[in-house]
């Protein structure tokens, strides 16, 4: 994953645009102390106003810009700590990424409606979103908002976090030069979590 990646992102920013609601720009990293990472967070506008919290944790020594690894979940931002990635891919945190998780709508800080596995939007209506133009909007605001990217971003997961990822290449954003998927849900009803070939699992479901 680690060459995938840097093979495609390598490759400048500034830092938050006026009027953005940032919490915690510029903390220590808490579970880390005075570790390698800066930790930052941002309420991103959506096309339709729809505000999305977002947790950024920028390298706090990098003497060159960075590609930016966007991870969007619904299992809460803010408890993806930089601790667990440097147990998880400790090469991705050596290689240097700006990491950045993002809650997608209606899940912990973000605003709008969660709908579980949302479809994708009718591009006849040019109001309408779905997790691909989040995830547009995502990024476009990223490279011109965070200070030391390098223009490319990066998007991954695993399981529904890897099917967001996917998502994101529909409509995808021109600085996305990436995307790495693992163990993600296809069809819901034959072979995954909620049903084996078509039984439905209580257990699992409630």
């Known amino acids: ?25 510029g903390q220590d990293v808490p579970e880390t102390g005075k570790g390698p990472y800066l930790k930052s967070e941002a309420e991103i506008a ?24 966007l991870e ?5 931002a803010n408890n993806m700590y930089v601790a667990n990635m440097q147990t998880r891919c400790p090469a991705l945190v050596e290689d240097g990424y700006i990491l950045v998780y993002q809650d997608i709508r209606g899940r912990y800080k973000s605003g709008g409606k969660y709908v579980m596995m949302r479809p994708a939007r009718d591009p006849g209506n040019p109001k309408s979103t779905d997790e691909s ?23 991954w997961g695993t399981s ?10 529909i409509e995808p954003h021109p ?10 849900p296809a069809d819901m ?8 070939n078509g039984a439905f699992r209580e257990s699992y479901g409630f």
């Not at 994953?1 to 720009?25: K, P």
């Not at 996305?176 to 693992?182: D, H, K, P, Q, T």
Request: proline content about 4%.
């Open 46 to 69: 959506m096309r339709d106003g729809i505000l999305l919290h977002t947790v950024i944790y920028t390298p706090r020594n990098s003497s060159e810009p960075l590609p930016i690894l």
């Open 175 to 184: 600085a996305l030069g990436a995307v790495i998927e693992r163990a993600t």
């Open 133 to 155: 133009t989040d995830t547009y909007d995502t990024i476009d605001w990223l490279i011109k908002n965070v200070r030391g990217n390098n223009g490319k971003v990066g998007l």
């Open 1 to 25: 994953d680690s060459v995938v990646l840097g093979l495609l992102l390598s490759g400048s920013g500034t830092l938050w645009a006026d009027g953005v609601h940032h919490d915690t720009v």
């Open 189 to 196: 009803f034959l072979g995954d979590d909620f049903h084996h």
């Open 72 to 76: 969007r979940t619904p299992y809460g």
């Open 160 to 169: 529904y976090d890897g099917w967001l990822a996917v998502l994101g290449t």
